[in-house]
Nanobody, 125 residues
Framework: QVRLVESGGGVVQVGDSLKLSCAAS????????MGWFRQAPGKEREFVAR????????YYEDSVEGRFLISRDNDKNTTYLQMNDLRPEDTAVYYC??????????????????WGPGTQVTVSS
């Protein structure tokens, strides 16, 4: 099965930047799309960004577009989320997820097959 593990979370001030990483193993990384989601306490898991298998297409939630950048390195089996100009409302556990079928561009958790355990991002003000 595919295994995912996130890293790079931490506590930062408003306006700071962080770069999250998600390392994949147990599958052929280049054949599936990757997504990032986040979940704050008491809230639903929210779509953040998605990148296609061939790196040609990216998708963002409206509140992060222009601030966040998703990327991937298929040679390293890793996807990244660069987060800039962080705000308190960005505070959440961030999860990476793999869509192995890629039948559609999914922005909901049920469209993904495997998940990492998450990494905490806290933005203080």
């Amino acid at each position: 099965q595919v295994r995912l593990v996130e890293s790079g979370g931490g506590v930062v001030q408003v306006g700071d930047s962080l770069k999250l990483s998600c390392a994949a193993s147990g599958g052929t990384f280049s054949t599936y799309a990757m997504g990032w989601f986040r979940q704050a306490p008491g809230k639903e898991r929210e779509f953040v960004a998605r990148i296609s298998r061939n790196l040609r297409n990216t998708y963002y939630e409206d509140s992060v577009e222009g601030r966040f950048l998703i990327s991937r390195d298929n040679d390293k089996n890793t996807t990244y989320l660069q987060m800039n100009d962080l705000r308190p409302e960005d505070t959440a556990v961030y999860y990476c997820a793999a869509d192995l079928t890629s039948k559609s561009v999914s922005k909901t958790p049920r469209g993904y097959d495997y998940w990492g355990p998450g990494t905490q991002v806290t933005v203080s003000s």
